[in-house]
């Protein structure tokens, strides 16, 4: 596990066997806790569709205005669950992904949004 002490909410980075890295709480987190603001890098459309699709990248992507973004930070370290305990808000005007929790985090517990309902590796 590799700590993030800057985050000041306890999180840390672990690797999970099936889903890969993961961020995890090692203390209680409250409900409404801004967890992260990471900032993005946007691909347009047609550079996205020439080159990025064809990558990894296209694992990790958010659709954004005007392209898809890569959210730099622990935006793109997020796992994926269908009952997430955070969400995520777009802001296209300053260009970056605000994660909230959505419920209580227990200590140990990984911090997941949802990928939606088309999951690649489903």
Request: hydrophobic share 40%.
């Amino acid at each position: 596990s590799l700590a993030l002490p800057h985050h000041n909410l306890g999180l840390e980075l672990r690797s999970d066997p099936v889903k890969g890295r993961g961020v995890f709480a090692t203390r209680a987190i409250a409900q409404r806790t801004l967890v992260d603001i990471s900032p993005i890098l946007l691909f347009p459309h047609d550079e996205y569709d020439q080159h990025g699709k064809h990558t990894q990248l296209d694992h990790y992507t958010y659709v954004w205005k005007d392209g898809y973004a890569l959210a730099l930070g622990l935006g793109s370290m997020f796992n994926h669950d269908s009952e997430p305990n955070v969400g995520f808000m777009r802001d296209f005007d300053n260009q970056v992904i605000r994660y909230v929790t959505l419920r209580a985090i227990a200590p140990d517990e990984e911090l997941c949004i949802s990928y939606g309902a088309h999951l690649w590796f489903d």
